[in-house]
């Protein structure tokens, strides 16, 4: 091959490679940045009240031995917000029940101040970290 004919397939593929890079920049550049969701995310932000901060110390121990368990009827509701281990204690060293999925949802029994969050599983009791609870109006 001739030496002309050489240089002009290297330029070529110099110009064709130069427009590929420019193809690519401009695709980054329009990408979207934020995903669009049609479904609008419902949640419900609670306080959860102390009752320590809210009674004297003598009265607080009087009613926490007086008052009955409660039942499981007044629960909230709530739905993973990631995929998560459900277990059997509120430590993350405890025994791990079942993984569930994205949008998972449960019935709330307590939302506990140590970061761990009771929950009604397969009709027993489990605990759920409360870093991937959504509190539903469901």
């Known amino acids: 091959m ?3 004919t050489i240089n002009t397939i290297l330029l070529c593929i110099i110009a064709i490679m130069s427009i590929s890079i420019c193809f690519l920049i401009f695709c980054i550049v329009t990408r979207p940045r934020y995903v669009i969701v049609n ?4 949640a419900v932000i609670t306080e959860v009240v102390n009752i320590m901060e809210t009674q004297p110390a003598e009265t607080a121990s009087l009613v926490s031995e007086a008052e009955p368990p409660k039942e499981h009827t007044d629960t909230k509701h709530g739905k ?4 998560v ?5 509120a430590s993350a060293d405890a ?5 569930v999925e994205e949008g998972t949802t449960f019935d709330i029994i307590e939302i506990q101040d140590n970061g761990w969050t009771k929950i009604l599983y397969d ?4 605990y759920i970290s409360s870093n991937f609870v959504i509190i539903t109006n469901e």
């Open 2 to 4: 001739k030496k002309t």
């Open 95 to 99: 025994k791990v029940l079942d993984t």
């Open 123 to 126: 009709g027993s009791e489990a």
């Open 80 to 83: 993973t917000s990631t995929r």
């Open 39 to 42: 479904e609008p995310e419902t």
């Open 85 to 89: 281990n459900i277990r059997d204690a």
